[in-house]
């Protein structure tokens, strides 16, 4: 069996025999899996504000002016119908479809000064992966992996029986652009699936433990490797001593034996009164489901919602935001005049589009704040770009990347307040610019990873994966 490059960067030696065979014996939970558990071992010297990153990924573009940056003094043929309401925050404004949301501005950090160079990152896929890794995809001589794969790299997870990295539901055609570029297959995302996570028969098919695990079979085999590992340790102090690797394969059998996967997926199991507060249908079930991830000890969960098609949402096979037909229509965006790069859409303000928004992030952000959540979780609610400041010919907005807001809660974030602003349409950043790098950096700065340490490719090439961008002042 060859040796792994990743063991000969870590210990700059050729294993002994001793670790050759536990190398060989490895095969029997699968390398990849104690691997990525082995990585919780190698962390920065920073003071983490954050233990896990919480990301609501709203895919598709979403109007930052119907939403989180209101213009009422926009050009009347393209102002959003959607008027200012008040928060709890005085001076600080959300539009009217955040009627629940706004109650809870005390807790939350909006960005409204976020923008990128459009070239190589105006479409939906290298928008989402841009927005996903944190560096731009068309000026990167390497295909950087995302955020949540080089936090596993860096600092793994505690969580004995999940995965570090998980993407609920991720299986829509722009959840496809997840990268873990040069680093190891295990820092790749667990991708749930699931048409409808709220249909009471949604279950994961993965991670469940398999009935013949259950037996005596897989437990001999630990209790094998536990032997092998009792009868001598390596004087060399490397990863696989008796303290490290062990630790490791335990953390792996765990994930293939333990009943508490199922707990941690099981929402029909949560309080009829706690999944009411989260709204009827998949979002709520989404945004809950992620609760109960960060609850189970994931470091990072990112939420990645589309509405499925439904029978009550007829013409709804494609309800993101990307609003460029008949954005502002209560039913269906597939109506005369219709360009058809909106169609499968809602508009904007039905329930299942903003109002389905509205109802599941307001009950995420209480009930990660009643449970002690919030103080070490950091929330982020993100999407690749905004919408432009005028309505086009189909009566929707298009693609925009000049400005476009995204939402900060917990870890230490200071709520209650507005970072940046744009001008009177929305169209233009002029105070405070941010870029999607900066976000990046603000979570590896929040997770208390040293930025200045590089993570490194098969070949040994040292990577710098926060050095283009700094912190959000205004969040540390």
């Known amino acids: 069996m060859p040796v792994p490059d990743w063991f000969l960067q870590r210990n700059n030696r050729a294993p002994s025999r001793r670790e050759a065979l536990r190398l060989g014996s490895a095969g029997i939970l699968g390398l990849s899996l104690p691997q990525i558990l082995a990585a919780a071992e190698t962390s920065g010297n920073k003071k983490a504000a954050a233990k896990s990153v919480l990301v609501i990924y709203e895919q598709g573009g979403l109007s930052h002016m119907d939403t989180w940056d209101p213009k009422p003094e926009a050009y009347a043929d393209h102002r959003s119908p959607f008027r200012p309401i008040s928060t709890n925050v005085p ?20 960005v409204r000064s976020m923008s990128h160079a459009k070239q190589g990152a105006d479409a939906h896929p290298n928008g989402t992966q841009y927005a996903l890794s944190g560096s731009h995809p068309g000026n990167a001589a390497l295909t950087m992996p995302d955020i949540g794969s080089i936090v596993s790299h860096v600092i793994g997870t505690k969580c004995k029986y999940l995965p570090p990295y998980i993407m609920v539901p991720g299986n829509h055609e722009q959840a496809a652009e997840t990268r873990n570029g040069f680093l190891p297959a295990s820092t790749r995302v667990y991708k749930t699936g699931g048409r409808d996570i709220s249909d009471p028969k949604w279950k994961i098919e993965g991670l469940a433990p398999r009935l013949d695990n259950g037996s005596g079979r897989l ?25 490290g690797m062990d630790r490791h394969f335990d953390q792996a059998f765990d994930m293939l034996t333990s009943p508490k996967v199922v707990e941690a997926f099981d929402i029909q199991g949560e309080p009829a009164k706690v999944r009411e507060a989260y709204g009827a249908g998949h979002r709520g079930a989404c945004y809950l489901l992620g609760r109960k991830l960060i609850e189970s000890g994931v470091r990072f969960v990112t939420i990645d919602t589309r509405w499925p098609l439904t029978k009550e949402t007829p013409k709804g096979g494609n309800l993101n935001w990307d609003h460029h037909d008949h954005i502002y229509t209560k039913e269906t965006c597939e109506l005369p005049g219709a360009t058809g790069a909106g169609a499968g859409r ?74 940046g602003k744009t001008d009177k349409q929305g169209g233009y950043v002029l105070d405070a610019p941010y870029t999607p790098e900066d976000y990046a950096s603000t979570l590896y700065e929040k997770l208390g990873i040293d930025r200045s340490k590089p993570v490194h490719t098969s070949s040994n090439r040292p990577v710098y994966f926060g050095h283009a961008g700094e912190p959000i002042a205004g969040l540390l």
């Open 91 to 110: 001076g600080i404004q959300f539009t009217e479809l955040l009627p629940h949301t706004a109650k809870l501005a005390d807790k939350l950090a909006v």
């Open 346 to 419: 809602y508009g904007i303000g039905h329930w299942v589009m903003m109002g389905s928004v509205d109802r599941a992030y307001s009950a995420l952000i209480t009930d990660l704040d009643q449970r002690g959540l919030l103080a070490e979780t950091l929330v982020c609610f993100v999407s690749e770009f905004g919408r432009t400041p005028k309505i086009n010919k189909a009566q929707g907005r298009d693609h925009w990347t000049h400005a476009y807001s995204i939402v900060f809660a917990g870890a230490g974030v200071r709520g209650g307040q507005v970072i």
């Open 219 to 243: 437990g001999g085999r630990h209790e094998l490797h536990s032997a092998l590992d009792r009868k001598g340790s390596s004087p060399h102090g490397s990863i696989y001593e008796s303290q």
